[in-house]
């Protein structure tokens, strides 16, 4: 793997929506196959609890052998039974309040949610590891949503609290993503949509990102 150039955006994958675990373990590990990924985040979706954890000791050590830390989007008592690195909350001020409170000692605790400027800086307040902008399973335009990015751009030029932020379901907007200064680009169906080649496309992602990181007027 080349090694990743300082201060540039770096791709986490979210977990498609899948039923079958043993398409979604070959979708992953032929995504982990195609170069830099920092994190995977595993929603619950519709899933049971007894469900998610089985899916999830499957998953989980798959890629944290590649090197990308887990983040559980569901129960937080999953994440702690399958070792992964960390959980990712929805729900607000509150349900964040409480994982931190209980967790942050532990793993990482990322959040989500935020809609406006307000709604992000009283999730910012309590210091989560991340902020995410954007929402699992909407990814379904060539463009980034316009929200999300200007909240990034705004988020990372005023807060030390490190975002991601959704892309779309082309790989090229990862280009987008990056330019807003974000530290992390999250793609979805993109990588594991019908069709693609998970492995390429984290290559391609990959390939982008460090064009944008050397473009002229980036330091590096």
């Given at each position: 793997m080349q090694p990743i150039i300082p201060d540039r955006c770096r791709l986490v994958l979210i977990a498609p929506q899948e039923d079958d675990a043993s398409v979604l373990e070959a979708a992953i590990r032929a995504a982990l196959s195609g170069g830099?990924?920092?994190?995977?985040?595993?929603?619950?979706?519709?899933?049971?609890?007894?469900?998610?954890q089985k899916l999830a000791e499957r998953i989980v050590p798959v890629a944290q052998e590649a090197?990308?830390?887990?983040?559980?989007?569901?129960?937080?008592?999953?994440?702690?039974?399958?070792?992964?690195?960390g959980v990712h909350v929805e729900g607000g001020r509150a349900a964040l309040a409480d994982a931190i409170d209980r967790l942050q000692d532990k793993m990482m605790v990322g959040t989500g949610g935020a809609k406006t400027r307000d709604d992000a800086l009283e999730l910012g307040?309590?210091?989560?590891?991340?902020?995410?902008f954007g929402r699992f399973g909407y990814d379904t335009d060539p463009q980034p949503h316009p929200r999300n990015l200007t909240l990034g751009r705004w988020w990372a030029e005023m807060i030390e609290v490190p975002c991601i932020v959704m892309g779309?379901?082309?790989?090229?907007?990862?280009?987008q993503v990056s330019e807003t200064g974000a530290?992390?680009?999250a793609l979805s169906r993109a990588v594991f949509g019908e069709g693609v080649d998970p492995a390429a496309a984290v290559a391609e992602a990959n390939r982008l990102l460090d064009e944008a990181a050397q473009a002229p007027g980036k330091e590096t």
């Open positions: 830099d990924v920092a994190s995977l985040i595993l929603p619950q979706y519709g899933l049971d609890d007894a469900a998610f090197g990308a830390a887990v983040m559980i989007a569901g129960d937080t008592r999953v994440a702690a039974r399958v070792k992964a690195d307040e309590l210091r989560p590891d991340y902020l995410f779309s379901s082309e790989i090229a907007s990862v280009r530290e992390f680009v």
